[in-house]
């Protein structure tokens, strides 16, 4: 089995040496200035242009987290955490802001690394069989924007319309 799918077993680790245990566990501020889990916590098909130690997802690594629940409970989890540091959380079938939300809304001010980091998110929920989450989250950016709450620009808006599944807005 790939070293990706046993860190999202628990049972292994990424290239840092580190369980998905240690990364749920960040600060916000460890998730915003450690630029190398991302990678790990949301898988792509293609490389990483900023980590050259990030896995890829193999065509057997997406069987297996749509095979496995306990896999895809895992991605949700990494899922849950990544809003939490948004600032936002999951109401039922929505994303909603969360009570600290005004608090971390400085994420959604200037485009930076979260911008693209919100791209992965939404393209490896839907690659990896989680696409309501995508969804989901795509839709909680949108009503963000709608509110004036997150100023984003077209150009990330189209990127986030494009990763999300049946992304349009």
């Known amino acids: 089995m790939s070293q990706l799918v046993e ?26 200035f450690h630029h190398d889990f991302i990678q790990w916590m949301f898988p792509l098909e293609e490389p990483s242009r900023f980590n050259f130690r990030a896995p890829t997802l193999s065509d057997e690594d997406i069987r297996a987290f749509r095979d496995e629940p306990g896999l ?7 899922f849950d955490r990544f809003l939490a540091f948004l600032g936002l959380a999951r109401e039922g079938d929505r994303v909603v802001p969360a009570a600290d939300f005004e ?4 994420v959604f001010l200037a485009p930076d690394h979260n911008w693209l980091r919100i791209t992965r998110v939404l393209t490896s929920l839907r690659l990896l069989g989680l696409e309501d989450l995508s969804r989901s989250l795509y839709d909680g950016l949108l009503d963000l924007m709608k509110d ?12 986030w319309r494009d990763a999300a599944p049946g992304g349009a807005g």
């Open 7 to 32: 860190f999202y077993r628990g049972t292994g680790e990424d290239s840092e040496g580190r369980k998905l245990a240690d990364v749920w566990a960040f600060s916000d501020d460890e998730m915003e």
């Open 72 to 78: 895809r409970a895992n991605l949700e989890r990494s």
């Open 103 to 106: 608090a971390k809304r400085e």
């Open 148 to 159: 004036g709450r997150a100023r984003i620009t077209a150009e990330t808006r189209r990127y």
